[in-house]
Structures are given as structure tokens and as C-alpha cells.
């Protein structure tokens, strides 16, 4: 059977067996144009994230030479997903508890450079007056059992319509490189099925342990570039300044 095939099978199996009651079909038919209008305001949402973000990352490259930001992502969870998380929770399925209790619809994932410039970064967005902090999770102080590391953040923020401001809920992830890197390979891992027991602790034992080896190495390199830093400035102060009077003196002799 081709994977294309298998595929669309395991999608039908899914919504015949957890998507097909009465309950879900008459939310899905009764509200299809709400559904995708409000979908469009947490598209519309992560626009207004993403532009602070862009904003944020051109600043700091024209006043300190640096962009803290290597790539910006971001997606609006499918109505499937938000359908199991309503479940999940054992949440009406209305589109008004939908969107006063799923909190992250829309998410933006920002990966930097280093680890300072998460906080860096979540400081300035948060001191923006149309930004609301609504929860704040730092798995980085305190990473999950897994290893896994990520700054979360949801915030509120408005969007601009053509008769009304609307706020909106975002999930904003930031994390390093080495954090992204491993969430990704964890996440491919964890869906792995028909692992016997023994094996499936010691692979996630070996999970955590290169977690670690992430943190290290995104310590290791901020460490070496405030080292770089350092002997950059250093080096700068021991160079004699031109000034304007040594100017004058150089052309004097030359006239």
C-alpha cells in the first residue's frame, strides 16, 4: 500500500471514530464561515507577532550590529486538533469556549542565537503597551522530565478590523538552535510505536542525557562569544584615537 494511501485511510479512521458524532457535526455545520472567520482573526494575530518580532530583530541590527533572531514559524492548530484538545479538556464545543479556553490556536515559534537573547527578546515584546501577558512557562530553568527546553509565553494582542479591535490569544515558543534542534528529533522519536518497554526507557533516558549536552553547548557558546566580546572591546580601548589636532599636525607637514 502506498504511504499516500495509508495515509488518507488513518485520517478517515480518525474522524469516523472520534470526529463523527452528532455533536461535532452540527458544530462543523453550523458554523463553517464563523469557524473560518475566526481562524482568519488567529491568522491575523500571528501577523501582528510576527511584524514585532521582525521589528525587534532590525533594530537590534542597526543599533548593535547583531540579529538575535535566526527564523520566526508559526501555525493556527487544525480544527481537528482543536477539536481533540476540546474534548481533552471536556470543554463545550462552541466556538465561544473554544476561543476563551484553547489558548494556543495560533503559535509563533522565534529561535535565536543564544539563550540570553529568549529573555532578551520576551522582555521587549512584553514591554509593548499592546501586549498583554496572560501565562508565562520557562522551560529553561526548569525544563521538563523529558529535557525538553522553551520559553512559552501566551499573550493577548490586538487586531485591527474594519469596525472593531479584536484581542487575540497567541502561544509564543522562543528557544535557541540547540533547543529547537533537539525538540524537533524528540518529536519525530516520540511517535515511534512498538518499542518494547526496556528499550523505550532506556531511549528516553539517552533523550535526556543529549538534552543536557544541548544545554552545555548553548552555554559553552554564549560563553565564547561574551569572551569574543571582551577581547574585542579590550582591544579597542588599547588602539590610539585619531584625533582632530593629530589631523592638523599630519597636514601641516605636508603643505
Not at 29 to 57: H, W
Not at 158 to 187: C, G, Y
Request: charged letters at 30%; a negative charge; glycine letters at 2%.
Amino acid at each position: 500500500m502506498a504511504f499516500g494511501d495509508y495515509l488518507e485511510q488513518v485520517q478517515e479512521k480518525f474522524i469516523r471514530e472520534n470526529l463523527m458524532s452528532d455533536e461535532f457535526l452540527d458544530f462543523i455545520q453550523g458554523s463553517r464561515m464563523p469557524m473560518d472567520e475566526l481562524m482568519a482573526y488567529y491568522q491575523c494575530a500571528i501577523m501582528e507577532i510576527e511584524t514585532k518580532f521582525k521589528v525587534l530583530n532590525e533594530q537590534f541590527s542597526l543599533q548593535y550590529d547583531r540579529n538575535p533572531i535566526e527564523s520566526i514559524k508559526s501555525r493556527v492548530k487544525s480544527t481537528e486538533g482543536i477539536i481533540r484538545k476540546v474534548r481533552k479538556k471536556n470543554l463545550p464545543l462552541s466556538l465561544e469556549s473554544v476561543e476563551q479556553n484553547i489558548r494556543d490556536i495560533a503559535g509563533v515559534r522565534v529561535v535565536t542565537s543564544f539563550q540570553d537573547d529568549i529573555y532578551l527578546l520576551a522582555e521587549c515584546l512584553l514591554q509593548q503597551d499592546d501586549v498583554t501577558l496572560i501565562e508565562k512557562k520557562d522551560y529553561i530553568q526548569a525544563p521538563k522530565d523529558s529535557g525538553y527546553r522553551s520559553l512559552h509565553l501566551i499573550v493577548e494582542v490586538p487586531i485591527f478590523l474594519q469596525n472593531e479591535k479584536r484581542p487575540m490569544k497567541v502561544e509564543v515558543q522562543l528557544r535557541t538552535i540547540a533547543m529547537d534542534f533537539w525538540a524537533s528529533l524528540e518529536h519525530k522519536l516520540r511517535y515511534k510505536k512498538n518499542i518494547p518497554e526496556s528499550e523505550a526507557e532506556q531511549l528516553a533516558h539517552d533523550l535526556v542525557e543529549c538534552a543536557q549536552i544541548s544545554a552545555s553547548l548553548d552555554h559553552r557558546m554564549e560563553d565564547i562569544r561574551n569572551r569574543i566580546a571582551r577581547a574585542t572591546k579590550e582591544a579597542e580601548k588599547q588602539e590610539t584615537p585619531v584625533t582632530i589636532g593629530d589631523v592638523l599636525f599630519h597636514s601641516k607637514l605636508f603643505t
